[in-house]
């Protein structure tokens, strides 16, 4: 079935760091690709995402590609801040339009000033 | 737009006790989603609505958990009886037709003692 690989955290970085996390995909269907952000005590807001192979979100400094030949979506940011302290979460949809969303496990990342 | 919401945002109820939690999906959007989040599990999909009408409830833990969407503003996922392992965040979400995005609530924090 689909499902979404991240990687595990808590990712912790200086501020001005470059970040990397990593997601992949089954390959399954044409799917949808997405970050979603959830910050303390709050729900999962959209950060970014690409609809087919190739395609480049970005939002608020970070961004993702989706690479079909990798089956990966891995969000980059040049220089993180201390207020990018969340939990970062790859997910996917089917395929077939508006359908649930299968989300990786989260990474938590910590940006230290 | 209020955005989807969801009541209560906290819930602490004995084991055994029956639970109803609330969601008003954004006005327009005609599909809904009830998510579970637990640190174990992470998000899981409970059930997904179209049009008011359930789509895929295989999600659902046990015949204990229920969910309605009488109509297009307004849907519940009931517990009954609850247990200590329902304990989670429960996240209401929406979307329109033909859109890949999900736009979430703030979530209800079920505690079960």
Redesign the interface.
Known sequence: GDSVTQMEGPVTLSEEAFLTINCTYTATGYPSLFWYVQYPGEGLQLLLKATKADDKGSNKGFEATYRKETTSFHLEKGSVQVSDSAVYFCARNSGGGADGLTFGKGTHLIIQP | DAG?IQSPRHEVTEMGQEVTLRCKPISGH??L?WYRQTMMR??E?LI?F?NNVP??DS?MPEDRFSAKMPNASFSTLKIQPSEPRDSAVY?C?S?????????????TRLTVV
């Open positions: 989807v005609n599909s989603f992470g998000l999909l997904y179209n789509i895929d999600g996240f979400a979307s329109s037709s033909g859109s890949a995005e999900a736009f979430f609530g703030q979530g």
